[in-house]
């Protein structure tokens, strides 16, 4: 069992607390295996409320069950169980901080889509952008009370051992 982490950056205008909208959210992870290094010709989708059961194992479960295509090893991935992503903030800005930890069984998670709906704070407003879309790998709006643009750009992220 290996314990990735994914680290995220961007850059934020105005606002912090950049995290997924809600807990059902969709992670679109790019997924290897890592018997023969095969890596899955799509995004996969995994989400933190979904488990499924892993046949090798008597009764346990995963949030990701894979069979590669390849040599047809079944992997699994899962979330670390009561932790959830943590936010990105002002202060990281610009720099690569911990998101989220997933142990992983016979695969790696190599690429990260933001696709998806996340929210985000007004800095000086207090105001909840909760419809902050990035499937573009930017999103602008304008905080009225502040009276001043906000946005989020160059988003990036890396995975490594955690």
Known sequence: MVRLLLSIKADLENVTDLEPAS??????????CTSCNE???????????EEREVTAGKGSTAHFVWRCGLCKRESSAKFEPGEK????????NGQFAPFLTIDCRGLEFVGFDPRGIWKCVGIESGTV???VDLEEGE?????E?????????NFESKWARA
């Open 23 to 32: 807990d059902s959210f969709e992670y679109f992870f790019k997924v290897k």
């Open 129 to 131: 952008f909760s419809e």
């Open 39 to 49: 890596e899955h010709p799509k995004m996969v989708a995994v989400n933190r409320l």
């Open 85 to 92: 992503p943590k936010p990105y903030s002002a202060e990281a």
């Open 139 to 143: 999103w602008v709006d304008y905080d």
């Open 145 to 153: 009370k502040a009276a001043q643009p906000v946005g989020v750009s």
